[in-house]
């Protein structure tokens, strides 16, 4: 009875461990100006040998100087002009990848139409597990694969001045 109390208790463990995913690109660097609209691909490729349902997240976040994620931002701590999860439109719905199955997902980016230059970053993450719930802790916690966007806008302003007239004395 003992092994199969541990047994059934160790099973979620032990199918969690063999569900083995990707996500191609790592990362993916945009640039940007405001109203454009550009769209780009992830491929999320199940290679484990069961099947697992996916669901998208999009986070803001900040990078260290290396380059590695310091922290998620909260969407309250962002407006919709500094804000590039505000930006960025994917397909959230949970999706089932049955083994060596690949799926292609559309990232569209509709940059707000008055957009603070900078760079901004954000985090897709595709998190696995029964409800969305817990395939968002797993991307909160670090334990889901992802892809970091990187995207810079310029400061395109152009300061003019205007002459009407001039008379020497």
Request: with cysteine; charged share 20%; hydrophobic share 40%.
């Amino acid at each position: 009875l003992i092994g199969l109390f541990s047994m059934f208790c160790l099973y979620p463990s032990f199918v969690h461990a063999g569900q083995k995913y990707s996500v191609t690109p790592l990362v993916i660097d945009v640039d940007a100006e405001a109203r454009d609209i550009t769209t780009k691909k992830i491929v999320v490729t199940n290679l484990g040998e069961q099947q697992i349902t996916i669901y998208p997240t999009v986070n803001n976040i900040s990078l260290n100087a290396g380059g590695v994620i310091e922290a998620f931002l909260s969407p309250a701590e962002s407006d919709r002009t500094q804000s590039l999860a505000s930006w960025i439109e994917i397909k959230r719905l949970g999706m089932d990848l049955k083994a060596g199955e690949s799926r292609e997902f559309d990232v569209t980016f509709r940059i707000n139409p008055n957009p603070v230059p900078g760079t901004y970053h954000a985090f897709i993450g595709f998190g696995n597990g029964r409800n969305r719930d817990e395939a968002e802790q797993q991307v909160e916690e670090g334990q889901a694969p992802g892809t970091i966007v990187t995207l810079t806008i310029e400061d395109k302003k152009v300061e003019a001045l205007s002459l009407s007239g001039f008379t020497v004395q």
